[in-house]
């Protein structure tokens, strides 16, 4: 019940301070009827992870079979971003890397919609 709660609230404090800014990208057709766990709920765990935040990338993905959300996330004032996969069936947080230079994708434009 608590963990509903939060998700909820969290969910609801990303909308409103405009964290919700880049649309999910769904990297192959039918991704997102397999998902067990919405977008909406996805997010504001991988947003959870990573205070402050803003998803400037999501993208609906299977990787090793596993179905995952895999948020890009960046911290303002903070150089490179969060990467955070979320499992889509079961919700739970599967890798939280950061990634700098070289290995951080452009996300001057990445996502944003």
């Known amino acids: 019940m608590l963990r509903r709660l939060a998700l909820t609230t969290s969910m609801i404090l990303a909308a ?19 998902a067990t766990v919405t977008d909406a709920v996805a997010r504001a765990t991988a947003l959870a992870r990573v205070p402050g935040g803003e998803v400037v990338k999501a993208v609906l ?10 948020y890009d996330i960046e911290v303002k004032g903070q150089e ?6 979320i499992d889509a069936k079961t919700g739970a947080v599967l890798r ?12 001057a434009t990445a996502g944003r919609a």
């Open 16 to 34: 409103a301070c405009g964290e919700e800014s880049s649309t999910l990208v769904e990297e192959a057709p039918g991704l997102l009827a397999r």
């Open 61 to 70: 993905e299977e990787e090793d079979g596993v179905l995952l959300y895999s």
């Open 80 to 85: 490179g971003i969060e990467e955070v996969h």
């Open 96 to 107: 939280v890397e950061h990634e700098t230079g070289d290995e951080a994708p452009d996300t």
